[in-house]
């Protein structure tokens, strides 16, 4: 471990404190927080706007850390899975999935996962660890600086850059959603920092960010109190404790009952929805009766639902369904006039869709 200071451990009060402490006017914080995240600034000596002497003093006390690119791969539609390691040796996984208007990067907030969610590859090494909130934060750090060069060389992503329709005015990160390695609600303290983190330094509004969430109920009450205005999504899975216990462990914790009735208290800003994520699954959650017992448990919840038929992976013995059945339990949805769209997860050749992380661990 580096035994300098790290700048991009420091909350925004405690960079203003350090740059007074050691006798620098305010807008050197201001300054110091640009380059570090807006101009992904990976080392003290890039801060071009400081003195030689001024970098030279910082760098003996102090350092920027970043988050060390391990691999790359590429999807058929475009998607991107970037492997990144941490001071520490662990890896994590972010997606990147570009479309025409749009960089919508999902990331980790933990490295691996406690939770266990059956149909979940990330879920089968277990949790390695949390992240700190500048992890999280270095994530779109270290894309949007990879989008920039390779924008910059007309490289990246030929779609978007050569013929997308309109293309990106500014290329960089506009959406993002925690929904990468790990449950971010279990690391509740750095989510909320970096969450402010990504909405100030960066500049994402609140509105294009979304934290998922398998159904950490104290948690979810919590968050509009720390973090205001963040869409919610929750991933679901069942209508009934049954089933939703054998998918998804936590539900012993916190019952579907108490996880809609948090649904239900989640303040919404005008026009915006609860995303519930379902995952659909040959056999255990697909029936016209799971449909219809859906479609009661989610009477008056403001929401849409996201059917999401299951990326098959070699350590479980679950299927996907047929595409009729799919549809059939669309069709149930729609009629009680829940919207509900089917989304096929992006990425998936390169195990890079929703369920299929597991940071290089194959
Ligand atoms: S689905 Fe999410 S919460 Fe469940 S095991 Fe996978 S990463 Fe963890």
Redesign the pocket.
């Known amino acids: 471990m580096n035994p300098k200071l790290n700048l991009k451990s420091l909350s925004k009060e405690d960079i203003f404190l350090f740059i007074e402490k050691i006798g620098l006017p305010r807008y050197r914080a201001e300054q110091l927080l640009s380059w570090m995240y807006k101009r992904h600034a990976s080392e003290i000596d890039a801060i071009t706007e400081f003195s030689k002497d001024l970098r030279s003093n910082l760098n003996g006390i102090a350092f920027i850390s970043n988050l060390k690119l391990v691999e790359r791969l590429q999807s058929s539609d475009g998607t991107e899975k970037l492997l990144f390691s941490l001071e520490d040796g662990n890896t994590i996984e972010c997606v990147l999935i570009p479309d025409e208007d749009r960089f919508t990067l999902c990331i980790s907030s933990q490295a691996g ?1 406690a ?3 059956q149909f ?1 590859l ?2 089968k090494s277990g949790l390695a660890r949390s992240l700190k909130s500048y992890e999280i934060v270095d994530q779109i750090i270290a894309v949007n600086k990879i989008i920039k060069a390779e924008t910059t060389d007309n490289k990246h992503i030929p779609t978007l850059v050569k013929g997308g329709k309109g293309g990106l005015p500014d290329k960089k990160i506009t959406n993002i959603v925690f929904m990468g ?3 971010p609600l279990m690391n509740f303290d750095n989510v909320v920092e970096a969450l402010w983190r990504i909405i100030q330094f960066i500049g994402i509004s609140k509105r294009k960010i979304t934290v998922s969430t ?1 159904g950490i109920v104290p948690k979810m009450l919590l968050l509009p109190l720390k973090a205001p205005d963040i869409n919610l999504a929750v ?1 679901l899975n069942a209508a009934d404790n049954e089933t939703r216990n054998r998918l ?1 462990p936590i539900n012993k914790r916190y019952a579907i009952e108490s996880l809609i009735s948090a649904c239900k208290k989640y303040p919404l800003q005008s026009g915006r929805r609860i995303t519930f994520e379902y995952v659909m699954i040959d056999g255990i959650n697909d029936s016209p009766d799971d449909a219809h017992r859906l479609t009661k448990l989610l009477k008056g919840v403001h929401c849409k639902i996201n059917l999401i038929p299951l990326n098959p992976h070699s350590e479980s013995d679950f299927k996907r369904p047929p595409e009729k059945r799919v549809l059939e339990f669309q069709k149930i949805l729609l009629n009680k006039n829940i919207r509900a769209l089917i989304r096929e997860s992006r990425g998936q050749d390169i195990l890079a869709a929703c ?1 299929q992380l597991r940071a290089g661990n194959r």
Do not use: F, L, N, Q
């Open positions: 996962c939770i266990g969610c979940c990330t879920g390695m790990g449950e398998a991933s998804m369920g």
